[in-house]
C-alpha cells in the first residue's frame, strides 16, 4: 500500500512538475498529456462524477493541481478498494470522518518546510484528493439527500469532526446509525414502501424521534455497521449514477452538495495549513491558484 502510494506520488510529481517547467499547464501537448493519464485511472464505464464535482468546486485552481486532484481521487476507488471508511459504506461513518481528517492532516504536514516542495505538493495532492473522494462518496452513498439533508454535513474551519456511533450530526439533527444501537432505543424503516420513502430511518429514544443517518452496505467491504432492521444494500441507496432513473434528482442533490463540500474542504485545508504553518503554509496553497478572484471566500463560506 505505502508502495502503491509513492508510485502515485510520483506519478501526480510527474504531471504538476512536467506543468510547472513548461510555466504553462495550457499548452496543448501538456493539457493532452495530462488528459491521456488521467484517462488511465477513470472508473469506466462509470460516469466521471468525481471527477466533474472535483472541477466544478475547485476551478480557480491551476489545471495541472485540478488534474492531479481528479487522479488522486478517482484512484481512490482502487487503491482502497476493499475500505468502507473511504467511501462512507457500511454505516462506516466514524471511521468515514477519521479518514478524511487523516488525509487532511497528511496533506498539511506534507506542505510544512520538512519535505521539498514539489515533493511535498505532490504528497499533499493525493492526500487531500483522497479527502475529496470521501467527502463527495458521503453524499452519494448515504440516506442525506433522503432524509432532506440540504446543507452540508460539516462547514467548520477545524480539522473535520468525528461522526460518532448515535451522535447527532450539529448541521441536520440526524443521529449516526452505526453498530448497535443503544438500549432502549429504536431504528426503524419501511423496507415496503417505494424509493425514497423506503430510505427515511427514523431513530427513537423515550419520547423524542430524529430522522437516523444510514449508508448503504457493501459485500466486499469487510465490516459491516448497519443494524439490520434498517440496513440497505448499496445499489438500494446509491446515487451515484444519472443512469438510476429512479433517482436522478436525489443524485442531482447529492452532486450539488458534493461539490459545495468539496469547495468548503479547501477552505478547511487552507485554515489548517495556516494553523499548522502559518503564512507559509497558505502561500504553498496559493500557489497551487490560477484565478483568486473565483476562490471561495473562505470567511464566508
Ligand atoms: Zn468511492
Not at 61 to 80: C, H, M, Q
Not at 121 to 149: C, I, K, M, P
Not at 280 to 287: I, P
Request: aromatic share 8%; with cysteine.
Amino acid at each position: 500500500m505505502l508502495q502503491d502510494v509513492h508510485r502515485h506520488a510520483a506519478f501526480i510529481v510527474g504531471v504538476v512538475g512536467f506543468s510547472l517547467t513548461l510555466g504553462c499547464a495550457g499548452e496543448p501537448g501538456t493539457a493532452e498529456a495530462i488528459e491521456e493519464s488521467a484517462d488511465a485511472f477513470s472508473t469506466a464505464p462509470g460516469e466521471p462524477n468525481h471527477e466533474e464535482i472535483t472541477s466544478a468546486a475547485l476551478s480557480f485552481l491551476k489545471p495541472a493541481v485540478i488534474s492531479a486532484l481528479k487522479i488522486g481521487n478517482v484512484s481512490t476507488d482502487a487503491e482502497f478498494h476493499f475500505s468502507n471508511a473511504a467511501h462512507f459504506d457500511d454505516c462506516n461513518f466514524s471511521g468515514g470522518a477519521a479518514f478524511i481528517a487523516e488525509k487532511q492532516a497528511e496533506a498539511v504536514a506534507a506542505l510544512g518546510p520538512g519535505i521539498a516542495q514539489l515533493d511535498g505538493d505532490a504528497l499533499a495532492l493525493l492526500a487531500f484528493s483522497r479527502s475529496l473522494h470521501a467527502v463527495q462518496d458521503f453524499y452519494a452513498h448515504t440516506n442525506w439527500v433522503e432524509l432532506g439533508g440540504d446543507v452540508l454535513v460539516d462547514q467548520s474551519l477545524t480539522a473535520f469532526p468525528a461522526l460518532t456511533p448515535y451522535s447527532a450530526v450539529p448541521s441536520t439533527g440526524f443521529i449516526v446509525v452505526q453498530g448497535k444501537k443503544p438500549r432502549e432505543t429504536a431504528v426503524t424503516r419501511d423496507d415496503d414502501a417505494p424509493y425514497p420513502e423506503y430510505a427515511i430511518v427514523t431513530f427513537r429514544q423515550r419520547r423524542t424521534t430524529a430522522y437516523g443517518l444510514v449508508s448503504g452496505t457493501v459485500d466486499y467491504e469487510p465490516g459491516d455497521h448497519c443494524p439490520p432492521p434498517v440496513a440497505m444494500t448499496h445499489d438500494e441507496l446509491s446515487k451515484d449514477k444519472t443512469s438510476l432513473t429512479d433517482r436522478v434528482e436525489q443524485h442531482l442533490a447529492a452532486k450539488a452538495l458534493a461539490i459545495q463540500q468539496t469547495r468548503h474542504e479547501w477552505c478547511r485545508l487552507n485554515q489548517l495549513a495556516h494553523d499548522a504553518w502559518g503564512d507559509a503554509g497558505t502561500a504553498r496553497l496559493a500557489a497551487w491558484v490560477a484565478d483568486p478572484s473565483s476562490a471561495p471566500d473562505c470567511t464566508t463560506e
